[in-house]
């Protein structure tokens, strides 16, 4: 049975990585209860919001590419729900712009790069996301263009990848495995945001949720059955898979045969931030409440499982 999280738990907060540019800044934090009360983490790899000077100036609009790229406070959904479940937590604080935590480091954009590809470096052909503008680095937005001045220099896209996208995987992990071994599963609830679908009124209103499982290879069937089973009881319109069916994170973390099951879950911005998209709405709270109630039912959907496979021979 999942436990209820008592405030008087010890809990733990440490950080990771470091911010190039940044003033030894930490690149991403986690939070986890010792001994954990429930087998989940949430991740929020794209809610970095922390931009130092010399980063910005590179920029050719920093106030509006800063603000679409970003996850626009989706670590508010993310830190409430695991305050009040216990989950682990895991929150990014280097942006987006600077490095994208969900894409592989060989989904790159070699044309941003001065002297392109490095030698020695296998040249892999660039994904749908680099090709888009949206890979490793982030190059351009629809309707702006360009988002930089000038092309970054090798040894800089290394120092993002060693001090940023590394470690944070690493810990991602470390974390997966730690509860895996706990529990004997692990949920991971990788916690993004998205720009409204379409309008939510009429015939086909838009989603306000997408659950992403990688067409069924991330996680279990009962997981992303409980999970649009869940918003369907709150009256609350989800689609599957659809734009969204989550990416690197997915691919590389779950491993169900292992028990290591990873969802990603999209919100609509409109469901918790104000009209603007730029702060907390009135409807964050209410987000809260059924990312809560989600992530409790993931959690005994896992443990469920659990206890219904076959016990080994004496």
Known sequence: MVERVNPGRESGRTQGGMLPGGEDQPAFELVQHKPSP?????????AG????????????????????????????????????????????????AMIDLNRATEDMDWGMVQGGVPSGRARFAAGRRARSGLGLVPRRLPGSGELWKRQIERDELDARI??????????LSQVLETLRDRWGAVLLLDLHSMPPLGPKTGPEP???????????????????????????RHGRNAAHNRPYAGGYVLDRHGNPARGIHALQLEICRTAYLDAALREAGEGLEATTQIVTSLVRRLAEELLSGIRKLPQAAE
């Open 38 to 46: 429930i087998p989940v983490l949430i991740a929020v790899p794209h």
């Open 206 to 232: 838009a989603a306000d949720f997408v659950i992403g499982d990688r067409y069924g290879s991330s996680c279990g069937a009962n997981i992303s059955l409980a999970s649009a089973s869940h918003f369907a």
């Open 49 to 96: 919001r922390t931009y130092p000077a010399e980063f910005l100036e590179r920029m050719r609009a920093p106030d509006i590419a800063c603000l679409r790229l970003e996850d626009r406070l989706a670590d508010l959904v993310g830190r409430a729900v695991a305050e009040e479940t216990g989950a682990a937590f895991l929150v990014a604080h280097a942006p987006r």
């Open 162 to 171: 060693e001090l940023v996208h590394r470690p944070y995987h690493a810990r």
